[in-house]
């Protein structure tokens, strides 16, 4: 069963995915994500360490890792979600991503072949480069065409699962607003998730243990920034007129 979220995406809200203006804000989102994070450190970092037998299980089926990745990954977001409006939250809730599995799934597969399509012109411009003996300039330009497609889609799409969640959007749609609403401030956004890959790169350097720390955070503070633009928490959200005057 899905939860009744706020209909602060709805289609009214939202209409012509015409969204308004807004400032990104990396430091708050983080001190957000770890105010959220410690309320519930316990289930939060249960939930992030059981993940570690279910990797574990899923790497001797080929493929089932894709199937429950999404899933699983949503709910540090419904924690997150719960923890902020202060509703209790229960160990349980962190699967309620499982109740979008289908969307989560299609979204998954989007990802992975919009991704893979992208990166096949740069490999073979890597092949022939390496057939025509200029290996090296072709090496770093094929690399640096594959970092800067992997930085595109992973801020284009870093909210899809999101609006999926919270706005029970079907896949192809979520992915569209989720484009459009970080192309307002790609460079923004791009700044938060280097911030948040070099928070998680400090966990592994704490012994490989505070990883476990900043993962939960990092997924934290993604629903903050979230949060932070499309108000899920606050009161009168569920009226459609408290959002669209915030529209373009």
């Not at 209790?88 to 989560?104: C, I, Q, R, T, V």
């Not at 990883?211 to 629903?223: E, G, L, P, Q, R």
Request: with cysteine; hydrophobic share 50%.
């Amino acid at each position: 069963m899905k939860e009744n979220y706020p209909n602060s995406l709805s289609e009214d809200a939202l209409r012509n995915n015409m969204l308004y203006d807004y400032e990104v804000s990396p430091s708050s989102y983080i001190s957000k994500g770890w105010e959220i994070f410690k309320q519930n450190m316990g289930l939060f970092l249960g939930y992030q360490l059981l993940q570690i037998p279910i990797s574990v299980a899923t790497a001797f089926i080929p493929g089932s890792s894709l199937l429950v990745s999404m899933p699983l990954n949503a709910g540090f977001h419904i924690g997150a979600y719960k923890t902020d409006k202060g509703e209790e939250l229960n160990f349980g809730d962190f699967f309620k991503g499982f109740n979008h599995f289908a969307p989560l799934l299609i979204l998954t597969f989007f990802m992975v072949l919009i991704v893979f399509a992208a990166i096949i012109p740069f490999g073979i411009v890597i092949g022939i480069g390496a057939a025509s003996g200029a290996e090296k300039i072709v090496f770093i330009l094929g690399g640096l065409g594959i970092l800067a497609a992997s930085a595109y889609f992973a801020v284009s799409y870093m909210f899809s699962n999101l609006f999926i969640i919270f706005g029970d959007r079907k896949a192809w749609d979520a992915m569209e607003l989720s484009r459009k609403f970080t192309g307002q401030q790609f460079w923004g956004w791009l700044g938060f998730i280097l911030l948040l890959a070099l928070l998680n790169l400090g966990g592994l350097l704490c012994l490989g243990i505070g990883v476990f720390f900043t993962m939960c955070i990092s997924n934290c503070a993604i629903y903050a920034a979230f949060n932070d633009i499309f108000h899920l928490t606050e009161e009168g959200t569920d009226s459609d007129d408290n959002i669209i005057q915030h529209l373009v």
